[in-house]
């Protein structure tokens, strides 16, 4: 399969090579030069498939012309070595937790899939000097699944740059106390201002003459697209409980758009959701589109989901590309929501009085989108994007009880933290790049 730019004024290129480079030399951001059908078949079984088998079948329908049918089911089995349950919190309302990965966060599935997808790629150049660095912007969660996932991996350096004071201490300490071949670079900035200089550096050719740059955010197909498997998954567990399955809403807690564009992606290779809501907080970019036709970027809002706090979001360009920049088309399968801290909180005290299920406060807003926007006859799935602990102090606050810290996370408090300070200057972090 081939994989095409975007902006469409550069040639199309090999999986390979859209994995390597990242991003396209015209700015754009690859995607499949077409989407294939899953048979029904597929669907009529999938209630009785494991997580594993099921993420296989669907990417050996996506990548089996580019991977080998071995190698590619042991990429998937060996990433997704832990379960994705869909647990039941009220009525028709069903959260799907994926956050019992290494790093206790969803990005675990892409993270190690284009880990091992890249170590794939490189073992194949059989050049020993050909030395990858990974270049990585994260608003939380992204840089700790992508260190852990690349930790140790040969061949490999990665460079996680986040904005100072602007995560919470533990997801900082997940990717900050790694060392090995682990980098994490603290800038004094916004998460878009860390994402303009990973994209900045990609557009440079003195610094991409200097070293061999991709890109582990999900604007790489390898990160993004691996995230459709546990939507399949999903369904494959109402389907095992005997659900109604003609009226399946998803909702899902949107940043950087990656994983809903994910699910897109799903639905057109034949996953039966009737509708998505993309949740957001604050940073209401997308429900501003819907509202208005018009997409208009603006400096990211800090908020007490902080993994959403993005202005712009890379992947919309995926989804103007999917629907053919139709806003109408967009329109009609997705809709929008936006909640401020003071209704994301008030969701997530509600839900643990009534119900006893602790929120993070991403997924409490895509919970409180299905409770205001489910209709009867439909079952609603929220996305839950990371374990509760991630965010302690702001949890334990808000629902008034002590929460466990897992012992995977409290180990990365007890070690020091190791970071670079940089501004939000291409030129300082080109410098530091080119000393290398």
Known sequence: MQYYSTNGSTPKVSLQTAVVKG????????????IPTLPKAFFNNIGNMSLQDISFVVANTLFGDDIENSTLKDLVYDTLNFDIPLRHVADNKYSLELFHGPTLAFKDVGARFMARILGHFN????NDESLVNVLVATSGD?????????????????????????????QEAQFTTLGQNITAIEVDGTFDDCQALVKSAFMDSELNAHMKLTSANSINVARFLPQMFYYFYAYAQLAKRGQDLSNIVVSVPSGNFGNITAALIGKRMGLPIKRFIAANNRNDIFLNYLNTGVYTPKPSVATIANAMDVG??????R?????KHSHKAISDEISGCSYTDEQIAETMAKTYKETGYILDPHGAVAYRSLEEGLNPEETGVFIETAHPAKFKSTVESIIGEEIDIPDRLAAFLNSDKQTVELPASFDKFKQFLMSL
């Not at 073992?123 to 059989?126: D, F, L, V, W």
């Not at 712009?312 to 360009?317: E, M, Y």
């Open 123 to 126: 073992r194949q150049e059989n």
């Open 142 to 170: 992204t840089g700790s699944a992508v260190a852990n996932g690349f930790l140790g991996v040969p061949g490999v350096r990665v460079f996680v740059l986040y904005p100072k004071g602007k995560v919470s201490r533990i």
């Open 319 to 323: 989804v103007l590309d999917l629907y």
């Open 23 to 34: 991003l396209a030399a015209d700015r754009g951001l690859f995607m499949p030069e077409r």
């Open 312 to 317: 712009d979001p890379s992947n919309f360009a």
